[in-house]
T-cell receptor, first 112, second 113 residues
Framework: SQKIEQNSEALNIQEGKTATLTCNYT??????LQWYRQDPGRGPVFLLL?????KEKRKERLKVTFDTTLKQSLFHITASQPADSATYLC???????????FGTGTQLKVEL | IAGITQAPTSQILAAGRRMTLRCTQD?????MYWYRQDLGLGLRLIHY???????GKGEVPDGYSVSRANTDDFPLTLASAVPSQTSVYFC????????????FGEGSRLTVL
């Protein structure tokens, strides 16, 4: 069966360090992968999209990698700040917009 | 700029009652979606609409119906609410099918007793 796995345990890191979140998937052939940020009581907010033929994408302090052989995406936040504390969701798209499937998310806590 | 407006923000509902969650957008996006979010299960697609006048079923459509009479509005109706429909419901839009990012509303928290 198809499955998207994100670490359900919260990730606690110290301010200034690099946070790395993982998204693994099985039985998917995604055309693209997206990352979203969600704050408590709010809707998800889009961060980055990476396509199947791209290895890496960057935006300011954010970096996403996509390895279709390992069936894994890594999401990095460099020089992390307490304001980066949130839940981060990955989502896989299989070619049609209505085929976007979300992982359950990983909570990140950046401590002073 | 409002973007996506969902109403109500929160509602407690007796089982068996009919409920419509409203979603209105002012971005003129073609595609619209309804998701529910439950702890440990993530966001699951209920129904979608690629353009005004068309709708389709997502992963968990049972017990829900939608309509898309125009570009801006995409209401979600629970004909006869059951406790398992207790959830947070998110409406989302996309400029067009397969064009990337989704824009989400702030959610409607529904409790069915």
């Amino acid at each position: 069966s198809q499955k998207i796995e994100q670490n359900s345990e919260a990730l606690n890191i110290q301010e200034g360090k690099t946070a790395t979140l993982t998204c693994n998937y099985t039985n998917y052939s995604p055309a693209y992968l997206q990352w979203y940020r969600q704050d408590p009581g709010r809707g998800p907010v889009f961060l980055l999209l990476i396509r199947e033929n791209e290895k890496e994408k960057r935006k300011e302090r954010l970096k996403v990698t996509f390895d279709t052989t390992l069936k894994q995406s890594l999401f990095h936040i460099t020089a992390s700040q307490p304001a980066d504390s949130a839940t981060y969701l990955c989502a896989l798209g299989t070619g049609g917009g209505n085929k976007l499937t979300f992982g359950t998310g990983t909570q990140l806590k950046v401590e002073l | 700029i409002a973007g996506i407006t969902q109403a109500p923000t929160s509602q407690i509902l007796a089982a068996g009652r009919r409920m419509t969650l409203r979603c209105t957008q002012d971005m003129r996006h073609n595609a619209m979606y309804w998701y529910r979010q439950d702890l440990g299960l993530g966001l699951r697609l209920i129904h979608y609409s690629n353009t005004a006048g068309t709708t389709g079923k997502g992963e968990v459509p049972d017990g829900y119906s939608v309509s898309r009479a125009n570009t801006d509005d995409f209401p979600l109706t629970l004909a006869s609410a059951v406790p398992s429909q207790t959830s947070v419901y998110f409406c989302a839009t996309q400029t067009g099918v397969n064009t990337g990012e989704l824009f989400f509303g702030e959610g409607s928290r529904l409790t069915v007793l």
